[in-house]
Every structure is written in structure tokens, then in C-alpha cells.
């Protein structure tokens, strides 16, 4: 059904129609997941969670409600499990739906609300009838933001409009008509990220700053740094797909107050989160094989950190435009931005950043050639890890598991599988779990340093395990390298272990 077109919507109600299945149960095997890989995903993407962590348990609770072994779901509970299934939270509940009965229903306009995310033009008509300025709705008919119908420097331009529409529009209205159209327009697939996360008390207080830029205040500025926290979280979980349009969103809210923010340490501070967003977004575009339009979004960072004069987003920058030519495979390149942003690095006192950018100098002289540079380079990193003592940093996923990751990549480059071996398996000992992508990957270098030492059947094991990962994570990125590794597991196509990885492959749609 998914290779058809089918959205997990229809999907459900296709389910809940022939089956019988309530919508908590549709919506859950729409996605092909267990309970328990339900509960596993609410523990990764929320691990602080006040409660006791999720059990299957709990999910089966859940989908029994309203029977009477079942447990009423929150309103929490129903957001929550809408982010996992990709859906409304009303969808969950389920129950009979009288729309019909209203007179002024479309038939054929309410079958397809009642399966399809309302798109661009919808949002439009709505717009409309809401009485929104005659320039907004035109923007919405243009604006293709849902991934795949343009490239990101194409919605970037189409974020511009948008915010600027909404700018202006929100500087003539009343507070209380503001802060409901925001209602509508959080539902809406077109501006929804421009408050993405906040609860209804930051929502206020950002939306009143948008109608009013000189009420922009310190509360508001960390409002939005906790979106780029949260984007960034679930972006490790889930992929990148569902937080580029929040990433670029928020870059152009940011860009938009600034000219009227005057008071000058609030202004710095929103410009480097502007260009934070902006690194953001390039390392999303960087992750879903988009090359070009992660270039330009570094470029555009490099430049708002010389502007707020933010020397350790400079140096984070430079790090990631150096992962980035050296997944082009130009190490000279990526050498070059390597040495830079350490250079940048050493003007702080973040160790992690340091610890960093000098891993990504260790990749560049891997593949270079150059083993006695790079093992330089990563003792420098684990020391500096081993003395940081957990202080906060820029770079929050840096720690000793993904530096243990970095020297299997490492020595993998070297041609020294066994090291590249202990080293995988080191980090993945100590890797915290919610960190997907990395996991996958390191899994993956795993597979191949055992391919490499000519154990096949473990090999297609670890390959097979990526995989399962990454079918939860979706990142292009990621999904290119497994396919990459099963290629290299050709010339043992007929052999079990292969076999039943091309199986495993096919399942998550990975082949």
C-alpha cells in the first residue's frame, strides 16, 4: 500500500474497515510496529519522560480503551502517539464520524480531508475564510513545503513569503484573533513548524512577539533555542525528513524579528541562532544525500557565526562542511575545513568541540593516507573527552561512544579491520540509545570489518541489524550505505546469511 501512494491514514481506515481493528491498532500496524516497538520509540524520543519508561504494556492498555481492560489515553498520551504514527491525535480516538450531516459538507471535499493531510491549497481556502489578508493565501497555494515537492533552497524562498505574509498581516490584527488563527495555523502543514514544540504559554509569548518584534525578550529567545533542542533530538530518532521544514521555519521567524529586536546582546543572540538553524538545516539537506542545498545552508551559517561573532558555531560549521567533502570523497577538502575549525575550536573551551573537530581531521587523514597523523589526531580527541567532565556543549551528541565510533571509521579507512572491530563494538557497548542514526552506522562499519576478515555470516548479521535501524531512522544517508553494504555481499548472494538479509531488506524496504 505504501508503494502505492497510500498514506498511513488511508491505510488505517482501510484496516479499521475490513478488520475491524480500533485506530490506536490500525494506525500502529499501518507502520508495522509491535507494542513493543511503540514503547521502545516513546523511550528514545522522550528519555526524560517525568513517568516510569513505556512497556508494551502500556501500549496494549492503550488499544484496548475503551473495553473495559483497557486505560484512557491522555491527551498527552494521543500527541505523543501521533508524532510515532505520523498522524492527528483525533485520528486515534476513533469513534463515528457525523461531518455528513452538515449541510454546507462537500462530499467529495470531506472523503478526502478524512484521509489526506490538507495541502497547500486547502490551507489557502481556509485562509481565506478565516480572513487573512488577501497576500497570504496565495502564498500558500504556492508553497510546495512538503519534502520532495521542491528543493530546500526552493522552500527556503517560499518560507520567506510566508513568514513575511504572516508578519505583516499579524502587525493589523487584535491579540486575541492572533493567538487564534495561530490555533489554526499550527494545524495547518504549511506553517505548523513556525511553533513547532512549544506549549500554549510559549506559544503566546512567541506569537506576540511575532505581532510585535520589540517584545521579543530573553524567555522568547529560549523558546526558540528549545525548538532547535527538540528538532535536533527527534531528528537523531526519527530522521530528517520531518525537521527540515521545522528548521527552516523557525530560521525565517528568527530573521524576520531581528530588525526590530534593538536591544544589542538579544540581537547577537538571535543572529547565531539563526545561523544555528541554518547549520541545521544544511546537516538535514546533508543527511537526506541533498549535497548542493547543504552546502548553501553551511555557507549561510559560516556567515551569521562571523556576525554574531560566535566562534564555537564557526568552528561546528567548519566541521560539518568538512564531513561533507570528505562523504564526497575529498579528504584534501575536507582536510583543509578540518584544520580550520579546530583552529576555531582551540578559541573556546568546549572540549567536546574540540574533541570533534579534531576526529573530522582524523577522518580527512585516513583517507588520505595519512595513519600516523590521524591516530594523532584521535588520541588528541579522547583525551580531551576524558578531561571535558560531562560540561555542557555546542556539540551534544560528542562523546567517548561516537569518538569510539569515529576510530572504527577510521581504521576501517586504514584497511585495519580488527581494530576497527574492537572499536565498534566499544562504542556500541556505551552508545546511548536514542541516537539512531549513530548506532546504525556504527553497526554497519562493524558488519564490514567482519566482512573484511572474511566471517560472512556475521557480516550479513550486523548489515541486517543497520537495516532495522534504519528502517526507524530515515535517513537517505543512512539507507545508501546499507544498501552499499549488501552490495558488497554479492558474490555471496546464495548463501543463507544473504539470503535472509535480502528478506530482512525487502521488509523494510530497504532493497
Not at 510566508?162 to 502543514?189: C, K, P, S, Y
Not at 512549544?198 to 506569537?207: D, F, G, H, M
Not at 541562532?273 to 545552508?297: H, I, K, P, V
Not at 584497511?415 to 565498534?424: F, L, R
Request: charged share 25%; proline share 3%.
Amino acid at each position: 500500500m505504501r508503494a502505492k501512494g497510500w498514506t498511513y491514514r488511508q491505510i488505517a481506515a482501510h484496516w479499521q474497515d475490513r478488520r475491524g481493528f480500533n485506530a490506536r491498532v490500525a494506525f500502529r500496524l499501518a507502520h508495522g510496529l509491535t507494542q513493543q516497538s511503540v514503547a521502545d520509540l516513546w523511550n528514545e524520543i522522550w528519555p526524560d519522560d517525568g513517568d516510569s519508561p513505556k512497556t508494551a504494556k502500556h501500549v496494549a492498555y492503550w488499544e484496548a480503551w475503551p473495553g473495559p481492560s483497557g486505560r484512557t489515553p491522555s491527551p498527552d498520551t494521543l500527541n505523543r502517539l501521533a508524532f510515532i504514527y505520523q498522524c492527528r491525535a483525533g485520528d486515534l480516538l476513533g469513534g463515528e464520524d457525523h461531518s455528513g450531516r452538515d449541510a454546507n459538507t462537500q462530499p467529495a471535499r470531506a472523503a478526502r480531508f478524512a484521509t489526506e493531510v490538507p495541502d497547500a491549497s486547502d490551507a489557502a481556502d481556509i485562509a481565506a475564510g478565516a480572513g487573512l489578508r488577501d497576500e497570504l493565501a496565495p502564498v500558500l497555494r504556492g508553497s510546495n513545503i512538503k519534502a520532495g515537492l521542491a528543493s530546500p533552497i526552493q522552500r527556503d524562498a517560499q518560507y520567506q513569503q510566508l513568514a513575511q505574509a504572516l508578519i505583516n498581516w499579524a502587525r493589523d490584527v487584535e491579540r486575541r484573533e492572533l493567538l487564534h488563527i495561530f490555533g489554526w495555523v499550527t494545524a495547518m502543514a504549511a506553517v505548523a513548524p513556525v511553533l513547532h514544540g512549544l506549549n500554549p504559554e510559549e506559544q503566546q509569548r512567541v506569537a506576540l512577539a511575532i505581532q510585535s518584534p520589540g517584545r521579543v525578550d530573553a524567555k522568547v529567545v529560549e523558546h526558540l533555542e528549545a525548538v532547535l533542542a527538540r528538532c535536533r533530538r527527534r531528528a537523531d530518532v526519527l530522521g530528517p525528513t520531518d525537521a527540515l521544514d521545522t528548521a527552516l521555519a523557525q530560521r525565517n521567524l528568527i530573521r524576520a524579528l531581528l530588525p526590530g529586536v534593538d536591544d544589542e546582546a538579544l540581537r547577537l543572540r538571535l543572529s547565531s541562532l539563526s545561523g544555528n538553524f541554518s547549520r541545521f538545516a544544511g546537516w538535514l539537506c546533508f543527511d537526506l544525500d541533498d549535497f548542493a542545498s547543504a552546502a548553501y545552508y553551511y555557507e549561510d551559517a559560516r556567515v551569521a557565526a562571523h556576525e554574531a561573532s560566535d566562534t564555537a558555531l564557526a568552528a561546528l560549521v567548519l566541521c560539518n562542511m568538512s564531513r561533507l567533502a570528505t562523504w564526497h570523497g575529498k579528504p584534501g577538502v575536507g582536510l583543509d575545513h578540518a584544520v580550520a575549525a579546530q583552529h576555531r575550536a582551540d578559541q573556546t573551551t568546549d572540549a567536546n568541540l574540540r574533541a570533534y573537530a579534531a576526529d573530522l581531521a582524523a577522518y580527512a587523514y585516513a583517507m588520505d593516507g595519512q595513519s600516523h597523523a590521524c591516530v594523532e589526531r584521535l588520541d588528541v580527541a579522547q583525551n580531551l573527552l576524558a578531561a571535558s567532565g560531562g560540561d555542557a556543549s555546542l556539540v551534544y551528541f560528542q562523546d567517548l561512544a561516537l569518538h569510539q565510533s569515529s576510530r572504527a571509521e577510521c581504521f576501517l579507512q586504514l584497511g585495519d579491520a580488527e581494530q576497527a572491530i574492537s572499536c565498534a563494538n566499544d562504542s556500541l557497548a556505551s552508545m546511548d540509545s536514542s541516537f539512531v542514526r549513530n548506532a546504525a552506522l556504527t553497526t554497519l562499519d562493524l558488519g564490514i570489518g567482519y566482512l573484511r576478515l572474511g566471517d560472512v555470516d556475521v557480516a550479513a548479521d550486523g548489515v541486517g541489524d543497520a537495516a532495522a535501524l534504519a528502517a526507524r531512522n530515515r535517513s537517505a544517508r543512512l539507507a545508501g550505505r546499507v544498501r552499499e553494504a549488501r552490495r558488497r555481499l554479492d558474490p555471496w548472494r546464495d548463501r543463507a546469511s544473504v539470503t535472509h538479509l535480502t528478506e530482512r531488506l525487502a521488509c523494510y524496504g530497504l532493497t
